[in-house]
């Protein structure tokens, strides 16, 4: 009979014996000793992950029901304040914990932590509990102090960001910025557990949660609503009011973080404060967790100059009689912006990490660059629609998400409008710039990413300074957009170089000892290296950028007669939120319809074959790569 007669996976070809083999025991010097047990070092991810799409589906769709219900939120504050000052005091009083959490969640720490806590999952004896316990203790003190002193320092806070502020508007402004400065903790909490989740493949509940806080903050608004006195400046505001509004958006967050207990519960993980940090290992990820504090500092330096750069413009804008042309309508313009990079790339990006990270951990760095390729390849079929449909039917847009309330005017959302488009030109290259710095952060380096990111935001501030000096009121908040789309095109140039030189840098793969044979195995290797293309980066550059060139001109016919069309169904229909709704619907239809029809011909045919499977349209799949190996020899 035909048997096996090892175990090692790595040790065979995977073909079966051509002839019987009679089984031969092993002699008894190598039989195996019962007390050298291997500790079980990975008991948290004994089941078998899910693949990396359908975690991305399962967090784009948590993320997208968050988005929506984000979309309701803001149109109530939108309702509630205006974009007027009270809107304006209201936004930058909420704007400090807001940007900390973006550049937690949506950046430098979550991707820090997760290769930390996937290889410490792998290699501690205790799969790596102690060393979770331990690196949440440290980063809770962190988080302590950290809030804490913001709040004491909210006044001068305010006055870095907002120095145009007196009075009582800066009173008012100082007011909402206490109630809401406690949000830092409990987004740090969510940030943090949420990657103890993801470190263990399990994506959902930190997608899903933020849903509970868009129904608190809509329930608060609305409260607002109905028991406020309707105050449209700082000086009507009571102080009821200004802590019921800053400390119901707090409750928000608070909610949010707790939401992930049960899922905490689920996977098995219980948290123990240990302060034994000496001798932990806990060097390289503080080391790691310095330089992304870094980057977050040097975002809020930029952040600050934007910030103060909108609520002058603001400021101006009232003395000239201008609706809208401050903080409020940047913000609300960046909140649409940001919504594919958060559905698309964060979900499929955050999917892949752990896998990315195990492949730096191997020194398989190709695969590392392969996956963002991938990725970027995947996402491309529906954030190149996503940009078309933000610059066609910005207007149309902006009114479905602000166009309400009694004090919001045609002249406010058009505002937002024109800011969205300039935003949206950079879409592309912020989403992939983006997936880019996670290659750097699965291979453990944080440092790069630090430096790129001030090039990056040194770029925006000082473009965003030259459009306030050189337009006008009207149209600096549009001018600032744009010159974060000049500097997310920078960036991804830079980015896409430095991690393409990275990857290249891949170590000569080692034999594995535990072969059968480990000398043929090993001169199998060298052979196969010799004989491969040296030194590929995985990334695939040209195709990737060809890829969205080709979607872009297959949504463009489209885009021109969709703009015509939502705008005649709008006027056919008498304006307002049901004419812009009508028109945006069938604009959208009419993008979607060129980007089907023209795809395939202009060879993007599988780059959308994902979004029709997702909308449920019969769309032909795909011939199958001519570079795809079937018939190499």
């Known amino acids: 009979m035909t048997m096996h007669t090892t175990d090692e996976p790595h040790g065979s070809y995977g073909d079966p014996p051509t002839m019987s083999l009679r089984h031969i025991p092993p002699p008894p010097a190598y039989a195996p000793s019962a007390a050298p047990v291997p500790p079980q070092r990975r008991s948290p991810e004994k089941a078998a992950p899910a693949s990396a799409g359908r975690n991305g589906l399962i967090m784009a769709i948590g993320s997208l029901a968050s988005r929506a219900l984000g979309f309701v939120r803001s149109a109530v504050i939108v309702a509630a304040l205006t974009t007027g000052p009270i809107g304006d005091d209201f936004n930058v009083g909420n704007s400090l914990p807001n940007i900390v959490y973006m550049m937690l969640i949506g950046g430098a720490l979550a991707s820090v932590f997760v290769p930390e806590l996937v290889q410490a999952a792998q290699t501690h004896k205790d799969g790596g509990v102690a060393y979770t316990d331990r690196l949440l203790t440290i980063c809770g003190v962190f988080l302590v102090i950290l809030t804490v002193g913001a709040v004491l320092a909210a006044p ?17 402004t100082i007011a909402f910025a206490r109630y809401c400065l406690p949000q830092i903790f409990f987004y740090g909490v969510f940030t ?55 400390l119901g958006s707090t409750l928000g967050i608070v909610v949010q973080a707790l939401a992930l207990l049960p899922s905490l519960r689920a996977a098995n993980f219980r948290w123990k404060p240990r302060f034994d940090w000496r001798g932990a290992g806990l060097t390289k990820p503080l080391r790691s967790a310095g330089w992304a504090l870094a980057l977050v500092l040097v975002t809020q330096l930029s ?21 809208g042309v401050g903080i409020a309508a940047y913000n609300n313009a960046y909140q649409l912006f940001v919504v594919p990079q958060g559905v698309i790339t964060i979900s499929l990006v955050t999917a892949l990490l752990p896998q990315m990270s195990r492949s730096a951990a191997a020194g398989k760095l190709e695969e590392v660059g392969a996956a963002i390729a991938g990725m970027l390849r995947t996402s491309a079929g529906m954030i190149i629609p996503a940009t078309v449909l933000f610059i066609a039917l910005a207007p149309q847009i902006t009114s479905a998400a602000y166009g309400y309330g009694s004090s919001t005017t045609p002249a406010d959302t058009l505002v937002i409008a024109q800011t969205l488009i300039a935003f949206a030109i950079g879409l592309p290259a912020f989403c992939a710039q983006y997936a880019l710095a996670r290659g750097f952060y699965s291979m453990g380096d944080a440092r790069t990413p630090f430096w790129l990111t001030v090039a990056t935001t040194g770029t925006n501030a000082g473009l965003s300074y030259v459009a306030y000096l050189v337009l006008s009121p009207r149209w600096i908040i549009v001018g600032m957009a744009g010159a974060q789309s000049i500097a997310c095109v920078l960036s991804i140039v830079i980015t896409g170089w430095a991690l393409g030189k990275r990857l290249r840098q891949a170590p000569a793969p080692q034999a594995r000892p535990s072969a059968p044979d480990a000398t043929l195995m090993l001169n199998t290797r060298d052979l196969g290296t010799r004989r491969a293309r040296p030194s590929r980066s995985g990334l695939d550059g040209g195709r990737v950028v060809t890829l969205h060139l080709a ?3 297959a949504c463009l016919p489209g885009a021109l007669a969709g703009h015509w069309l939502a705008a005649t169904c709008g006027s056919a229909l008498g304006g307002g939120p049901i004419g812009n709704m009508v028109g945006l619907m069938a604009g959208s239809l009419t993008v979607l319809v060129s980007l089907f029809v023209l795809a395939r011909p202009l060879g993007a045919g599988a780059a959308v074959a994902p979004l029709a499977r997702k909308l449920r349209l019969p769309y032909p799949e795909p011939a199958a790569a001519a570079n795809s190996g079937k018939h190499r020899r």
Do not use: C
Request: proline share 3%.
């Open 156 to 172: 001068m806070i305010v006055s870095f960001y907002a120095p145009s502020y007196t009075g009582a508007q800066r009173d008012l």
């Open 192 to 246: 943090l557990l949420g990657q103890v989740l993801n470190s263990r493949d399990r994506f959902g509940a930190m997608m899903w949660t933020p849903v509970l806080n868009n129904v608190v903050a809509i329930g608060v608004f609305g409260l607002y609503m109905l028991v406020g006195n309707n105050a449209r400046t700082e000086q009507h505001m009571t102080s009821g009011a200004t802590m019921l509004l800053g």
């Open 303 to 323: 952040f600050s100059v934007i910030t103060r750069l909108t609520t002058s413009a603001g400021k101006l804008g009232e003395h000239l009689h201008l609706p």
């Open 551 to 553: 979607l872009a001109l």
